[in-house]
């Protein structure tokens, strides 16, 4: 069974080299969480009942460290051309902030449940996934174009060559 090409790796690039990109923006991620709801409001701050305005802070630190790893990753051609700068780091800041919470405050079924039921009309859950993903993805786009206007079109098209896989550049890159 063959990856999708979207989701394909870069070209040149071991399993294991892969699995610690991941390993990489999961650890990134997880710093930034904790780090950050440590030094401004301490690691109680983000337990279950607790207002969720450290926690939304904290998810901002998270979604900046995690989408800059991922973003270095990219310019590095390591992870994938696709998954560096949306599966991953989405499904990254979805995971790891709730995970540690369940891991160190305990489940919150009650708040899973509360979460789950109606979250249509609930403009908090729209809140906190704005706040996971929008810093990280705005500085993920801003890291990914100031490195492009640096390069250059002809060393951004030899880093193509280098670290894109034929097929992937047929499909997505050439015109």
Not at 75 to 87: I, M
Not at 120 to 134: G, I, K, M, Q
Request: glycine share 12%; proline share 7%; charged share 15%.
């Amino acid at each position: 069974m063959n990856v999708p090409l979207g989701l394909a790796p870069f070209a040149g690039q071991s399993r294991t080299e892969h699995a610690l990109v991941v390993a990489g923006g999961t650890l990134a991620c997880l710093v930034g969480y904790v780090g950050a709801a440590a030094a401004f409001f301490g690691v109680a701050a983000l337990g279950h009942g607790e207002p969720v305005g450290p926690q939304r802070v904290a998810g901002v630190f998270a979604s900046l460290t995690c989408w800059g790893f991922y973003a270095l990753a990219f310019v590095r051609g390591k992870g994938g051309p696709v998954t560096d700068v949306l599966a991953y780091p989405i499904a990254t800041v979805t995971i790891v902030p709730f995970g540690f919470r369940w891991i160190a405050f305990g489940p919150a079924w009650d708040a899973l449940a509360d979460r789950i039921g109606f979250f249509l009309f609930r403009p908090a859950l729209f809140v906190d996934v704005a706040t996971l993903v929008v810093p990280g993805l705005v500085l993920c786009a801003g890291i990914l174009t100031a490195w492009a206007s640096l390069l250059g079109p002809e060393a951004v098209k030899a880093w193509q060559r280098e670290h894109l896989s034929e097929p992937f550049r047929e499909a997505f890159v050439e015109e």
